[in-house]
Structures are given as C-alpha cells and as structure tokens.
C-alpha cells in the first residue's frame, strides 16, 4: 500500500510540475504519511523531482546558452552556495522543528503559486533602483530552495523580473538552469548526510519521470483556470491537515 501511494503521488506531482507546477504539495505529504520523518521525507521528496529539473535544463539549453557565460557561472555558484546553506539548515532541524514550520511553507507556496502571474508583474513593473544578476537576492531565493522546493521557480521568474528581464523563453531558461544546480547540490548534500529514502526516492523518481511525460497531452486539453483551483485546492487541503496535526 505504501508503494502504491508513493507512485500515485509521484506520478501526479511529476503531471503538475510539467503543466504548472505544484509537485511538492503531492511527494513531501506522502512521503510523511507513510511514517517516513518530516526532514528526510522533505530530503528525500527533493530528489524525487530531481529528474524533472534535469528534463528542464536540458529542454532549455539554447536560452541559457543566450547568456554571458562569466554571469551564468557567476548565477550558478550563487545559487549553489544558497543551496548549501539551505540544505545544511534543514540537516540541523529537528522533526519536531520542520513539522510546525511545513504548514507555514507550504501555505505560502500555494499563495506564491496561485498570485505568481501578478508576483511577476509587480516585479517587472517596480525594477527601478534594483541592481539587475544581483547575488544577495539570488542567494537568500537558493536558501529558501535548498530548505524547501516548494514554489521555487514562481519565486526565481519574480526575481528575475525585477531583475528587468522581459523574455519569458529566457526567464525560463535561466530558472531551468539554476533550479537544476540547486536540486543538485541538495541531493548530493542530503545523499552524503544519510537522509534520503532511497528505496521511496527511486520509486518516485520513475513515477514522477512517468508523471511529466503524462502532463504534456493534459496541459493540451486541461483549462489553465482549472488545473490552478485542482493544485490551489491540494495546497490549501494539504497545509490545513499540516497545521492541525502541528497545532
């Protein structure tokens, strides 16, 4: 039974992420629900996904190939050292710590999530006196990725845009490049501190990789308006049943 609910979830978060994004509020609640720790599940939901982030950069290679390469390599060690640090932050939480901060994290990922388009039009319209590639932004977003995925590249395109970029292929791109980089450096750090499930984490990763080839025919065919009330309502549902078994 555990299997099967970690495949069904993986498979659907691989679907979302593909279509729009959301994949996290599927693994990490899964994961938690078969009796694995709040801070390896989120350890080991990370490198199910990872194989997406992969798919992603690989797809986007031309836009980030469009970029300066002293900047792209500038961005990547940035958000690698965010990564880090937001990995290493998680390996000293306790469970008890991470099980009353995930419904706040995951609350605020459905928000981001749902306010995304207007997160980033704010942004593009308030870039004045932002100092554009900045690496204290940059670094405080890949700290916030490496502690907790959800949400992450609706947060990295509004930073981009205040950052005064306009072209959403190259938003994309570099938000494809990084988000790759920083999943990375998280599941070699949380590999080598003995957090991941590996037996859960390779049966979602196939499910999920599963899942992604899925989504692209229902992206097609599914209403955008649609797919963000199904995602809004598994986020809003899965941060209250976090917040009473918290509080």
Avoid at 23 to 44: H, K, S
Avoid at 177 to 206: D, K, R, Y
Wanted: hydrophobic content about 60%; charged content about 5%.
């Amino acid at each position: 039974m555990d299997i099967i609910i970690l495949i069904i979830a993986a498979f659907g978060a691989g679907a979302l992420n593909t279509v729009a994004g959301g994949g996290t509020f599927l693994t990490l609640p899964a994961l938690i629900f078969i009796g694995i720790p709040p801070v390896a599940a989120n350890a080991t939901s990370a490198v199910a996904v990872f194989p997406g982030y992969a798919g992603g950069a690989l797809g986007f290679l031309p836009e980030m190939r469009s970029f300066d390469r002293s900047l792209l390599l500038r961005l990547t060690l940035v958000t690698l050292a965010g990564g880090l640090v937001g990995s290493l932050l998680l390996m000293v939480s306790s469970d008890a710590a991470f099980s009353v901060i995930v419904p706040f994290l995951l609350l605020a990922a459905t928000l981001v999530f749902l306010w995304g388009e207007r997160i980033r039009g704010w942004a593009a319209a308030t870039t004045h006196g932002v100092a554009p590639y900045g690496n204290i932004a940059l670094f405080a977003v890949a700290v916030y990725g490496g502690y907790f995925n959800g949400g992450l590249g609706i947060v990295l395109l509004a930073l981009f845009a205040l950052w005064g970029m306009t072209d959403l292929h190259r938003m994309n791109g570099l938000k494809s490049g990084l988000s790759f980089a920083l999943s990375g450096i998280s599941v070699m750090a949380f590999a080598v501190a003995g957090l991941v499930e590996w037996n859960a984490a390779i049966v979602m990763m196939l499910a999920a990789t599963a899942g992604g080839y899925a989504g692209a025919p229902l992206a097609r065919h599914i209403p955008m308006r649609t797919l963000r009330f199904i995602i809004a309502t598994i986020g809003f549902g899965m941060s209250a049943i976090f917040f009473f078994h918290a509080f």
